[in-house]
């Protein structure tokens, strides 16, 4: 899917139900799986209207393994888009959800 932001073409990756993704946190980077989305989508938005209902898959940072929570697209990248370089990590902003 390319998308034209300002003149600029991006290409963004598509992700659905069932993508094992992360719930950025202030614990930490949290495991969790998209269970279903809610919303309209607006490509590269930055906290845009879109809600994702995702499962927790492990206890960590105060959330709890089975916990069903709702959070921002934005602040839930799928897990292939978190890069490790160093001692640090960086998030790929190029995807979006669609039911």
Do not use: W
């Given at each position: 899917?390319?998308?034209?932001?300002?003149?600029?073409?991006?290409?963004?990756?598509?992700?659905?139900?069932?993508?094992?993704?992360?719930?950025?946190?202030?614990?930490?980077?949290?495991?969790?799986?998209?269970?279903?989305?809610?919303?309209?989508?607006?490509?590269?938005?930055v906290?845009?209207?879109?809600?994702?209902?995702?499962?927790?898959?492990?206890?960590k940072?105060?959330?709890?393994?089975?916990?069903?929570?709702?959070?921002?697209?934005?602040?839930t990248p799928?897990?292939?888009?978190?890069v490790?370089?160093?001692?640090?990590?960086?998030?790929?902003?190029?995807?979006?959800?669609?039911?």
């Open positions: 899917m390319t998308l034209d932001i300002a003149g600029m073409k991006r290409t963004a990756l598509p992700y659905g139900v069932g993508t094992l993704a992360y719930i950025d946190s202030d614990g930490g980077m949290i495991r969790c799986r998209v269970t279903a989305i809610s919303g309209e989508d607006y490509g590269f938005v906290c845009g209207p879109q809600v994702l209902t995702v499962e927790v898959l492990e206890t940072a105060g959330y709890f393994k089975g916990e069903v929570l709702q959070r921002s697209a934005y602040r799928p897990r292939k888009h978190r490790v370089r160093g001692y640090s990590y960086r998030i790929l902003t190029n995807y979006v959800y669609r039911a």
